[in-house]
């Protein structure tokens, strides 16, 4: 891990661009000493109070560069643990380029990417999976992604995983002493709570990982596939979601070759929607390409949005299209609900849920919302406040401690000597220990600092 001890890093912490007002931070043991060499107001910034504003100007080589107020927060009660000095400056990208030049003259150093959050792990103040949710928040898309990584970033995550470490080296220490008098019985009880420990903690995990797939659901869009024959409807429906005529709609049968994708907002989620070519037995050889990537698509996606014509009856071309269905999550789309209804359900149909709309005529799109949350389980998930989001690096740890605790539990029922387990307990740790950050490689967490814009 590099030291980061010593130096002191700056780096402009607002978005790029034009703004109201801009944000330079500074952090380090001389950020207040740095900044005061560049800093004119009625007081320095060594002389005052931390958490306090000063107003000022910034001057470099004798010229005024703007008129700024800095902020003073001395560690460790900073974002990062260290003295932090905040100028909020006017917010062209020129005045604050050069607000930026004149404290790396002064001495500091241009941070590198999400080089403040990772001193802020390095100090202690939050732990990897807080330090994640800041990047998740940065990038999130929707209120509910939001309230999740605030979840995340308060240490919803990271308090459940201390707690397991904590069982965990509880009961590989009650083993290590087993381990010191082997020649002594081990009683029925010592077993039975072992196991049942495994057993919850497993338990424990098993959420933990399902909630994350949810969570990735949310963060990342459903990966959404519209399928249907041709002329059903399916460009209309994507229009309808989508609110907008992005897609060809016509009335000929399968003007719709290509796989358009779109990133549509139903209420709380977020779709990734791929509306594919109409499909059909009989296709020419342009459709039949379309075909075999709407196949490729369903095979990936997390939905399916099955549509057919409701006011004409059910037919074999609408069965072929459900057969390649398989066992996804699929909501079958009764569509051109304002026309009269020939449809029947077949039994084959009768389990899927199914919404009645009008794409045509924008109605019905509170049902599919509805159905949707209910389908992935999500409405739950959206209004549990202790969830929190799982990334696919936390979900591997934790399906790899759990599956360590799942080798212990076999090892326990074998009756082998408990001391065996302790192999099976230190895996489960370490997994754990890299959800948190305890043991993890340099390159992981370069990895996932390398993932933050500048300046945060
Ligand atoms: P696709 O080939 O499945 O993409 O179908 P389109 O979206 O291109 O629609 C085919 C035709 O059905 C067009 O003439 C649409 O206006 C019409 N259509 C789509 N949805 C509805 C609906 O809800 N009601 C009615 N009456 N017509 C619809």
Redo the contacts with the bound molecule.
Sequence with gaps: MTDVKGTTIAAIATAPGEGGIAVIRVSGPDAISICDRVFRGKRTLQTSPSHTLSFGQIIHAGRVLDEVLAAVMRGPHSYTGEDVVEISCHGGSFVTRSILSAVLYAGATLADRGEFTKRAFLNGKMDLSQAEAVIDLIQAESDAAVSLSVNQLKGRLSAPIADLRQKILHLAAGLDVMADFPEEDIDETTVTETRQSLYNMIQILSTIIEQGDQGRLIRNGINTV?V?????????????IAGTDR??????????RDVIEEFVRLGDLRLNVF?TA?IRSNAESIEAMGIQKAKDYITKADLILF?V?A?RPYDEDDQRIFSLLDQKKTIIIL?????ESSWKIPLSMQEIPQVV?????K?GIDALEQVTEQLFSLGSITQNRDAAIVNLRQKQAASQARDALKNALKTLESGVPLDLLSVDLRIALEALGTITGESVSDEIINEIFSRFCLGK
């Excluded at 249907?228 to 309808?240: A, D, E, F, Q, R």
């Excluded at 897609?247 to 719709?256: E, F, R």
């Excluded at 569509?335 to 026309?339: A, G, P, T």
């Design positions: 519209i249907g024959k041709p002329n059903v409807g399916k460009s209309s429906l994507l229009n309808y897609a060809l709609v016509s009335s000929q049968a399968g003007t719709t509306d109409g549509v014509d006011s569509n051109k609900s304002d026309l709309l009008s794409a045509k005529y109605q």
